[in-house]
């Protein structure tokens, strides 16, 4: 049988996949990436509307989470955004800020996917795609002309020997673009330990019952401050909220979700730059309108009228002029729309998820190469236990742990 030798074999042809052939082959390895779908980094494709929101300027590990908090410092203070941001002034693509240190090409995500092959072909990379790996096995010993502690890739296109395999196959999310459990699998077979994966950065759903008064707001949004957890762990973000026909989507609700726990309630405060309270005592003294008029001025004027409507099921009749209220309803009613608690009973799912959290443990990874406890075995990206919050981290960590891994495999097969 013959095989196909190279120094390194990188597993998907995602952002960070690709990213690390191109820097490894630029670095005097032999790089062959594999990957199973018919397109590359499909997920840059999709990513920002089309135009990938590729990194953050103000990214700091604060940004991401993960079991073990500590391990991506270093992969994010060795590979920047302003490095990867001179890779694209290298590549002359233009570029702009949308809000909050989001970045986003001028043009389109597919500027980033070519800058990505253009490096590879730097580097002398080849790839298969489409092509599937059926078999990935550790050498202890040596069988006749291959060397002992290394692998032996079985795939569509031919069997491959290499010193080192690199996984960044990425997460569950998005299967219909192409996502498997593959890169668990993996660590499955080589005893490296998972935290739990999870849908991430996903739209919170609830029982059809209690959100059937809110149903009928679907494609409604406003800026909401939105926290879960208690007073030891609380996390709040200040971002947009949208409601759906089955419940909350929107960035503030994205980027809580990745916190969110089964069982666990969410706050929300629907005005949160005004204290309703003082508000609505205000108005009350010189005004004659409805309550939900008044309201309109702070949300939306279809949200003040369902919110009007659930005071009779509290007690209350919000339904009248403010100047007729009392200020027991109207205390009440500050108070439910800047603390309005609710019990999600799950997310939309990998379906609708921009990503996975949780991962292969980055306890059992090295956080200055990424190589597992597995030697010469490398994990990248998505798939590691490291996820980030909505606006351009997670593109971050899968250009700084694939430098980081990268620089890695240079440092150790070129001393062989």
Known sequence: MQLHDFDVVIIGAGAAGLFCAGVAGQLGLKVLVVDHGEKVAEKIRISGGGRCNFTNRDTTPANFISDNPRFCRSALSRYTPRDFIALLEKHRLAFHEKHKGQLFCDRSAEDIIQMLLAECDAGNVTRWQPCNVKNTQFLASSPRGISAGSYQIDSDLGAIHCSAVVIATGGLSIPKIGATDFGYRVAKQFDLPLITPRPALVPLTFDEAAWAP??????LSLPVKIETGNKQDRIAFVEDLLFTHRGLSGPGVLQISSYWQQGMPIRLNLAPDTDVAEFLSRAKATSRKLIANELATLVPSRLADTWVGQGAALGHNWMRPINESSDKGLAALADRLTRWELRPNGTEGYKKAEVTAGGVDTRCLSSQTMESKQPGLYFIGEVVDVTGWLGGYNFQWAWSSAFACAQGLAAALNQK
């Open 214 to 219: 809110f149903a009928n707001l679907s494609g």
